[in-house]
């Protein structure tokens, strides 16, 4: 679908689900502002608030809850051919619009960062994001990125609530503008990292 169309599309979905968030941003492609979009990606923090420790809690029932409606009327329904239901992907089938719909999930505002600058994609350049920097990708040596956050040398979560905090973190700065980031920038941001042999 045409880039506006995607747009509108998206600003629809954020619009139906926000009950249920403390964000929600545009991602992939139509972040990227390409001509063509093939779905409709958002990066999602469900609302939620800080626990007896101050470590977010997020709620998913009430992501649910706000999704719930929009699945009564199939606004949205699950995806017919490879449904998503799990706490980090949510994958949708628009029927008005034959348009797939993923929500991408974050679980704190720790891992909010990550979430948007991976599902922004394109896909090389976030495959470069996730990879080790002694095999092509941005990621400092004993870092790694799993279970949606960014973890250090030491294993511990590295907090990073903004995407500018996540690029900063991998030696990013400043951080690219979505448009351009796409396998050409990913190689060249690659040599400027790359690990001395």
């Not at 747009?7 to 139509?30: K, Q, Y």
């Amino acid at each position: 679908m045409k880039l506006a169309h995607a747009r509108r599309l998206a600003a629809d979905v954020a619009a139906w689900l926000a009950p249920g968030c403390a964000a929600v941003e545009v991602a992939g492609s139509i972040r990227r502002e390409r001509p063509e979009c093939h779905d409709v990606e958002l990066a999602i923090l469900p609302a939620g608030q800080p626990d007896l420790f101050g470590a977010w809690a997020a709620r998913l029932d009430l992501l649910d809850a706000a999704l719930a409606p929009v699945l009564a009327d199939r606004r949205l329904i699950w995806h017919p051919e490879n449904p998503a239901r799990g706490k980090r992907l949510k994958r949708l089938w628009c029927p008005a619009e034959a348009a797939t719909i993923e929500l991408w999930i974050a679980d704190s505002p720790d891992n909010w960062g990550p979430t948007l600058a991976i599902r922004t994609g394109d896909a090389n350049f976030a495959h470069a994001l996730v990879t080790p920097r002694a095999f092509g990708g941005f990621m400092p040596d004993g870092w790694r990125q799993a279970d949606g956050y960014l973890h250090g040398a030491d294993g511990a979560i590295v907090p990073c609530p903004t995407e500018d905090d996540y690029f900063r973190q991998l030696g990013i700065a400043p951080t690219p503008a979505p448009r351009e980031r796409d396998v050409e920038l990913a190689r060249r941001l690659a040599r400027h990292l790359e690990v001395p042999r």
